[in-house]
């Protein structure tokens, strides 16, 4: 083997350990998030609201999620003034029909739909169930990222990606039965549950493009400024003309010191989890990433129940342990098939060529 081989093979195992890291990094970081996105709900004015109607619910889930999304976006600005990519930012978000839209898009799938669905999750039914519910979310990025841009898909990742769907079942079955039976409304609950699992992988497969031709840390910022916008100049002001929930003085009474220490806490967990899990798409692959960031639903199962001091449901854990499971099954590929992970378009050439 000559030097130049070598040095291949070294760079090549260095960029999938690399990859890798970041994505337990997000894993941990995402994992601590659920404490606080959850505590938030204990403190007024949600606390002390009669919640009688579903619609208190959903209007309390919208304005902490759009808040989240400010605090994030706020974490964000910083990051970018420490790493001095503040010219970067000006100058790639002018690109809007090349660049800027496509994390603009992903922000729709990724707030509105994800953490909005998170905290509907989290309000209705709780932050363990919450957490493990989204864990299906890489077989949603996993299968648009081999559709829309070649990403592979192998035998392994393809057993991994069944065992997801299994833990999955593991984890909806037992409460959608029951609420089929007694009908109490928590419905609500598991459709956000299952809004964060799919919204989260539509944005991994829309990032992970936009990504191949933007700094990570730009397209994050990016794609917070995307969020922030669809929440404060369309959502909720439409939450404000047509809703029959006052969501102003409901704003109002958040900004008050615990709301805000929660607020600021999930934004710099937050911020810091996608930094990890955006690093690590252009490295491993968006289904990759995605795999090992499913690990964060032991890591909020873990932190949650030491908050709370309460044990987490038998389904919820076993299907986070079957999820986990399979996102190790990805891990443990081998790293030659790790190497190339995307259909080039000299491949498609060939294949057409062959044809």
């Known amino acids: ?94 690109q809007f029909k090349k660049v800027t839209k496509w994390y603009f898009v992903a922000a729709i799938f990724g707030g509105p739909m994800a953490i909005f669905g998170s905290f509907l999750a989290i309000g209705f039914i709780g932050g363990v169930f919450a957490a493990v ?24 990742a393809a057993i991994g990606i069944a065992m997801i769907i299994l833990g999955g079942i593991v984890v ?71 809703g029959d929930v006052p969501i102003l003085p409901m704003i109002a009474q958040t900004m008050t010191l615990l709301p805000i220490t929660w607020l600021l806490l999930a934004g710099i967990t937050f911020g810091f989890c996608y930094v990890s899990w955006y690093k690590s798409f252009p490295l491993i692959g968006v289904g990759r990433g995605q795999a090992i960031g499913d690990l964060y639903g032991i890591f909020a199962i873990i932190f949650i129940s030491i908050f709370t001091l309460t044990p987490p449901e038998w389904n919820f854990v076993l299907g986070a342990l079957v999820v986990i499971i399979g996102g190790f099954v990805m891990f443990t590929e081998k790293r030659d098939v790790l190497e190339v992970i995307r259909t080039v378009p000299s491949d498609k050439k060939e294949k057409e060529e062959a044809m």
């Open 1 to 94: 083997m000559s030097l130049v081989d070598i040095a291949r093979t070294k760079h090549k195992e260095k960029t999938v350990r690399l990859g890798f890291m970041w994505a337990l990094w997000a894993a941990i970081l995402w994992g601590a998030w659920y404490i606080p996105g959850s505590a938030i709900w204990y403190e007024f004015p949600f606390v002390s609201m009669p919640f009688k109607t579903n619609s208190e619910y959903v209007t309390a889930a919208a304005v902490i999620a759009g808040l989240n999304a400010i605090a994030v976006l706020l974490f964000m600005f910083v990051w970018t003034g420490v790493l001095g990519k503040w010219k970067d930012y000006g100058r790639t978000i002018v």
């Open 133 to 156: 519910a989204a864990l299906m979310y890489p077989i949603v990025g996993s299968i648009l990222a081999y559709k829309w841009y070649g990403e592979k898909i192998t035998r392994r």
């Open 172 to 242: 909806f079955a037992p409460g959608i039965l029951g609420e089929l039976k007694n009908s109490s409304g928590a419905w609500l609950g598991y459709l956000g549950g299952l809004m964060a699992a799919v919204g989260w992988g539509i944005e991994g497969a829309i990032a992970g493009r936009a990504l191949d031709v933007t700094d990570p840390d730009i397209g994050l910022t990016l794609r917070f400024t995307g969020e922030v916008f669809w929440w404060v100049a369309i959502i909720l002001p439409l939450f404000i003309l047509f």
